[in-house]
């Protein structure tokens, strides 16, 4: 999509620092970390949130745990742990309309989240 602010960071017409790329994913740096570490883990495909989902897509967020799961190894985050969250729709906080995840580590968090 044109004017989502994710599709032109998967297309590199917007500047990220990217920790993770393959076919189907791409993982980069939040620009606002709300922890040590914050990365944003996305589909290549425009999607906008999770009810916009289709069966064939079963696939690609298989791939975004996977790509979490492997930031997370590299990042030394397998002993302390780690937050994935997806906020949804604008009452569940998502303010970009390109399907996330959160990956959030470095501290502690408290439970439940605000
Ligand atoms: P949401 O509220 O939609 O779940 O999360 C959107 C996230 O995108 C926020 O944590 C925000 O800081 C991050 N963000 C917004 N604009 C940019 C940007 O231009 N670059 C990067 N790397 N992150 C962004
Ligand atoms: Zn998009």
Redesign the pocket.
Known sequence: MEDC?FCR?VKKE?P?TVVYEDETVVA?????PVAPVHI?IIPKKHISTFFALEPEDDAIISRLHRAAVQIAQEMGLKEKGFRLVA?CQRGG????FHL?Y?LIAGRPLGWPPG
């Open positions: 602010l960071i917007i990220a980069f740096e939040d620009i606002n944003l906020n906080g998502q303010l970009i996330h959160h």
